[in-house]
């Protein structure tokens, strides 16, 4: 799944917030996209989907974050509630994408996420078969309709900015490997 494709999915966690507690409604939309971006910087140089994806450890951190957060409300406490219980998730529903090969669509891999609790790699579901599929997309543009729809401002911006990266990314996708010469 494509790192937007969680994004998207950070801010609907977050959206509930909007009648909640409105005024955190845009600190917790922000750590969740932060949050839902930020396991795939192990992109490149790191071990993808290893290094900083933790499909259990991040969990009792999101539960952390959630009690300071009640016990000491403030924009940067429900942000960073948010920000783990996003990267929670990322890390879990990476499993139902397909494999970390070159050519996922081909299903020559068969590694969809790490566990490091149990030291072995989670098989892809492939649910959605490969990051920048076009059910991908499809899932990208549907997770973004409360971003878009329900908040203004820098939110609504950044949903849309990823929403055309993802757009740009699925139409290029089978083209990239063709650029990568290793
Ligand atoms: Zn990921």
Redesign the pocket.
């Known amino acids: ?1 494509m ?1 937007t494709t ?1 994004a998207a999915m950070g801010v609907l966690l977050a959206t509930p917030l909007l009648w909640v507690a409105p005024e955190y409604a845009v600190p917790a939309a922000l750590g969740a996209l932060a949050g839902g971006v930020f ?2 910087l192990d992109l490149g140089v790191l071990e993808h ?1 290893k290094t900083l ?1 933790y499909p259990e450890h991040y969990w009792p951190l999101a539960a952390a974050a959630f009690g300071a957060a009640v016990a000491a409300t403030a924009p940067l406490t429900v942000a960073a509630a948010f920000f783990f219980l996003s990267a929670a998730v ?2 879990v529903t ?1 499993a139902l994408g397909g494999g970390l090969g070159k050519r996922p669509w081909i299903e020559d891999d068969h590694r969809g ?1 790490y566990s490091h609790c149990r030291d072995r790699w989670v098989r892809p579901r492939r649910w959605i078969r490969y990051d920048g599929a076009p059910e991908d997309l499809a899932a990208a543009a549907v997770l973004s309709a409360p971003g878009l729809a329900l908040y203004g401002g820098l939110v609504r911006r950044l949903t849309l900015a990823m929403l055309a990266v993802s757009v740009v990314y699925t139409l290029a996708r089978k083209r990239l490997p063709d650029l990568d010469p290793t």
């Open positions: 799944m790192a969680h396991p795939d989907r994806h990322h890390s990476d996420v």
